[in-house]
């Protein structure tokens, strides 16, 4: 098949797939690691698709396996696989002043899920400036902790480095420096850098249409798009919500010996890191089953669309919920702040939702049967890997290299879309010329 005869959804598959190999080769090489020698297939396999699918989960600690070139290579996977390869190309196409042809244009409004082709170059301007700002924002932020505490030229890189992980939504970081794998425990109490990734987390997460509409319309909350208006009040709800879960479940538990402040600082962390970015400030492992389950929960949701985040997203949550309480009170059709949801937006929530789920449960039973690890932490490895989120209870490095390429492929299919990735398959440009009698089908 010919490039310019794939469709959209199958050229943005392929892209991140070449990606991925790219990476995987450069991570090869033995001038990634800090051994000096060359890296097992499996492994940086596994690497490039978590760095390139913004997940975060890995077979070995960023910080002390990889060298600085290879440290490079995992952070400029997290930027093209966060923004979208199409959104960097896009830019440099602009910068280059290359006029963008119609297709190039369809598949860069395919990879944020937006039908704005006509705005699409300003639309990319947009999210260039922004994760400019924002990202350069962030590290100037962490570098008043990181410089004095590591030295200038460490604390530079790590900041960036954190700065872009977080925005991106990949959870990779560079603290295994302190104690491997030990992500940002060890500053559950520092109210800087903690706020400073949240906030990040949450801009990158909220989507690059909802940003695109904030601003052209600024603070005016009337006129924004119906879907900017659900991101924002399922983001709020998600965040306060789970922020107020985790500290009643883990207050008198886990976080028993904690002040206060650093309790309620460790909630809101525990509340939007699992959406999707896979840092923690408390060990993941010791959390109590409660916090695990809900930890699963929001990880299976995840961020927005058109963001740098995975998951079903909270605008599925918010259509299955407005219809249900529509179906609920016998209403015909589904309507939110004045305006009505297609019936269509319901049937592929169904679709995502559903499709994850056999993904996720079909991952789960494969490892659980070639390996004994215990079911809860099994779910929050596979759950994490379809969410891209990162989180761990630590069993990542002992997956054998079959368990470690099933939960590359759940990340693969999380960042492309479980759906999309069965469309690059499945597609058909035509419709079937037969359509089969209805016959009505009792449910529920």
């Not at 396996?65 to 400029?76: R, T």
């Not at 509340?271 to 492992?285: I, M, Q, Y």
């Not at 079909?362 to 990162?390: K, M, N």
């Not at 490095?397 to 398959?425: D, H, K, P, Q």
Request: hydrophobic fraction near 50%; aromatic fraction near 8%.
């Amino acid at each position: 098949m010919k490039i310019k005869q794939l469709s959209y959804v199958q050229a943005i598959a392929l892209g991140f797939l070449t990606v991925i190999a790219a990476g995987t080769i450069l991570l090869m090489l033995p001038l990634s690691s800090r051994s000096g020698e060359a890296t097992g297939f499996v492994t940086a396999l596994f690497t490039s698709v978590s760095a390139s699918c913004v997940t975060g989960l890995v077979l070995v600690d960023t910080a002390t396996y990889w060298s600085g070139f290879g440290q490079a290579i995992v952070l400029l996977l997290i930027q093209i696989g966060g923004l979208g390869f199409m959104t960097i190309a896009t830019l440099f196409s602009r910068l280059l002043r290359r006029r963008m042809s119609l297709r190039e244009r369809g598949v860069m409004a395919e990879s944020i899920n937006t039908v704005r082709v006509g705005r699409i170059l300003e639309i990319t301007t947009t999210i260039g400036l922004g994760t400019l700002i924002f990202e350069g924002t962030g590290a100037l932020l962490l570098a008043i902790r990181f410089i004095p505490e590591f030295g200038l030229g460490q604390g530079i890189w790590y900041s960036v480095f954190h700065s872009v992980s977080a925005f991106c939504n990949a959870g990779f970081d560079l603290m295994g420096v302190k104690a491997p794998f030990s992500s940002l425990v060890s500053y559950s109490d520092d109210a800087l850098v903690c706020v400073t990734i949240m906030l990040l987390i949450i801009l990158g997460g909220l989507g690059f249409l909802v940003w695109d509409d904030v601003r052209q319309k600024g603070l005016h909350w009337r006129r924004y798009d119906l879907q900017t208006k659900l991101v924002l009040v399922m983001t709020l709800a998600l965040i306060l919500g789970g922020a107020l879960l985790f500290f009643l479940i883990e207050r008198n538990r886990m976080n028993a010996d904690m002040p206060l402040g650093e309790q309620i600082l460790v909630s809101f962390f525990s509340a939007v890191t699992p959406r999707t970015a896979g840092f923690n400030s408390v060990d993941t492992a010791a959390l109590s089953d409660a916090s695990k389950l809900l930890t699963v929960i929001l990880m299976f949701i995840g961020g927005s669309p058109g963001s740098t985040a995975g998951g079903i997203k909270t605008t599925s949550v918010a259509v299955v919920l407005v219809f249900l309480f529509s179906g609920i009170r016998g209403r015909r059709g589904a309507y939110v702040f004045g305006r009505r949801i297609p019936d269509d937006a319901m049937k592929r929530t169904g679709m995502i939702v559903s499709t994850n789920l056999i993904l996720v449960l079909c991952g789960a039973l494969v490892l659980c049967g070639t390996q004994s690890l215990p079911l809860s932490d099994v779910l929050i490895e596979t759950f994490s890997a379809i969410g891209t989120v990162g989180m761990s209870t630590g069993i990542t490095r002992e997956l054998t290299n079959f368990s470690a390429l099933i939960v590359a492929l759940l990340m693969y299919c999380g960042r492309v879309g479980s759906v999309s990735f069965a469309m690059a398959l499945l597609e058909r440009r035509s419709d079937p010329p037969v359509t089969y009698p209805t016959e009505q089908v009792t449910v529920g």
